[in-house]
Every structure is written in structure tokens, then in C-alpha cells.
């Protein structure tokens, strides 16, 4: 059973979550603020911040399997510098298919400047909302990892979610290492709404 307090700061990430979504479909489509004030209220006592995805492959070995994993998202409905981290294991959009999602790590954000192991590459800077994400696992190489050093930056707009939890199997699975400060703010959220059983029961093991 959470606390009172982390009841509280749940209830504030879910609020911002509200918030965000019902300004994101604001700018999308002229509403009402009668329309406006009914996402927030729909977004904030109903439904959940977060949602199962399985994912599969050898990349983002060893934090999971090359098998099946069932991982618990972290909804962000605008990644920005204040929501999301380097560091980070984000779901997003794959770049050649939109209808797929990619987990990787957030290596780079804009400003950074990129400097390959080829000499034969030219240094370049990441533009406004770009990211650089990477695969975890390092005993593959950098055609073979399928992550920015294959199809180069992606967009953070292209960013839906934070990868917060991960059942491997029924018997193994935990929290996913994050940035300090995604920890820290997922903890609320992975207090009241973290269902292993649920996980197990859409694991595909």
C-alpha cells in the first residue's frame, strides 16, 4: 500500500501528464476550455500513466533478455529536458517504421556534438529536438546494434515513452536503471501502478 505522500507526488505526475496531453491536443485542434478542462479531468481520475509493451532482441542486453520482455512504459506525451534524461531507456517510433517501437538508451540530446570512431566521418552537432540513441548491448557491433549509429538521429517527438520496469521472466524481473532523476520521479508512479501479476499474465514466456 503507497503512503499518503506518495500518493501525492503520483498524483502531481499525473496531473502534468493531464495537463501536457490536453495542451498537446489543444494545439492539434481548436478546443473549447469546457472541451480542454474535460481531458484533464478525464486523463487525471481515469485510466493510467503507464502501459505494457513487449519487446524483443539482443540491443538493450543485458538490462533485457534477447528473448521476450514485458516492460512496463512510462507514458510522455511531450519529451522534453524536464521529463526525460541521458541515461534513460526510451520507447519510441522507429524511424524506417512507424507502426514499430524501438527501446534504446538516450545518449545525446541536442547541442551535443557527435564525434565518430571513423575518421572518415565528419564531426556534427545535433540540431533542435534531435536525440541520439544507442544500444546497450556491447558485444555488438555498430551495424548490427540497429539503433542512431545505423539510421542517425531521431526525433524527440518521435519519443512516447520511459521503459520504468521489466519482467524478463516471472521469476526475474525489477525496476530498469534510469537516469537519477527518471528514478526518482518514476518511483510514485511504479508504487501505485506496478502489477507484476498483470506483467506476468501478458508475458509472452
Known amino acids: ?70 516492460l512496463l512504459i512510462r507514458k510522455i506525451p511531450m519529451a522534453d529536458s524536464k521529463i526525460v534524461f541521458i541515461g534513460d531507456a526510451v520507447l519510441f517510433k522507429d524511424p524506417n517504421d512507424s507502426d514499430k517501437y524501438l527501446v534504446r538508451r538516450l545518449a545525446a540530446v541536442e547541442g551535443f556534438e557527435m564525434v565518430s570512431g571513423d575518421e572518415k566521418d565528419e564531426p556534427f552537432v545535433l540540431q533542435k529536438d534531435q536525440c541520439w540513441v544507442i544500444a546497450e548491448n556491447q558485444d ?7 539503433d542512431s549509429r545505423t539510421f542517425g538521429p531521431v526525433s524527440t517527438a518521435d519519443i512516447v515513452g520511459r521503459a520504468i520496469y521489466c519482467l524478463r521472466t516471472a ?23 506496478l502489477d507484476v501479476d498483470e506483467m506476468a499474465k501478458n508475458h509472452k514466456a
Open 140 to 146: 555488438l557491433k555498430a551495424k548490427e546494434a540497429y
Open 171 to 193: 521469476v526475474d524481473h525489477g525496476p530498469v536503471r534510469n537516469s537519477v532523476l527518471a528514478m526518482v520521479q518514476d518511483s510514485s508512479i511504479l508504487a501505485v501502478e
Open 1 to 70: 500500500m503507497a503512503s499518503i505522500s506518495t500518493w501525492v507526488r503520483y498524483m502531481a505526475h499525473k496531473f502534468e501528464y493531464s495537463l501536457t496531453l490536453s495542451l498537446k491536443s489543444h494545439g492539434r485542434k481548436k478546443l473549447s476550455n469546457q472541451e480542454l478542462f474535460h481531458i484533464v479531468f478525464k486523463n487525471l481520475f481515469y485510466g493510467k500513466i503507464t502501459f505494457l509493451h513487449s519487446d524483443k532482441g539482443p540491443e538493450m542486453s543485458p538490462t533485457m533478455t534477447p528473448h521476450d520482455n514485458t
